[in-house]
């Protein structure tokens, strides 16, 4: 069993900025792949970002691409997004999660992932 454990949302203005974090346990960091995901109230879970741990392959949501940015600390198992020039409509819950097969594709379906963290609340005043 992996536990993911996301930390570093808030209250930020328009155009400013969050890094958020979370930290995986119980299972070899390195044979998953982490991903961002978030779900405003009324809409579906949708993908943000994801990273291969070990080729450091990233991807992006459209809405995002320029602005956010995903990496990772294999020392520290924890997996990072810095938001950048935050906009109201990014207003969500954040989630981390993680899968472990077919680590290195793309997969942008909530469903396709085993492991997920509890959410952070992120929310961009206008």
């Known amino acids: 069993q992996m536990e993911l454990v996301e930390s570093g949302g808030g209250l930020v203005q328009a155009g400013g900025s969050l890094r958020l974090s979370c930290i995986a346990s119980?299972?070899?960091?390195?044979?998953?792949?982490e991903a961002w995901f978030r779900q405003a109230p009324g809409k579906d879970r949708e993908f943000v970002a994801q990273i291969a741990p070990s080729r450091g392959d990233r991807y992006y949501a459209d809405s995002v691409k320029g602005r956010f940015f995903i990496s990772n600390d294999m020392l520290k198992s924890t997996v990072y997004l810095q938001m950048s020039n935050l906009k109201p409509e990014d207003t969500a819950v954040y989630y981390c999660a993680a899968r472990s097969r077919n680590i290195a594709a793309l997969v942008t379906r909530p469903h396709e992932y085993e492991f997920w963290g509890q959410g952070t609340q992120v929310t961009v005043s206008s």
């Open positions: 119980g299972r070899s960091f390195g044979q998953y792949a």
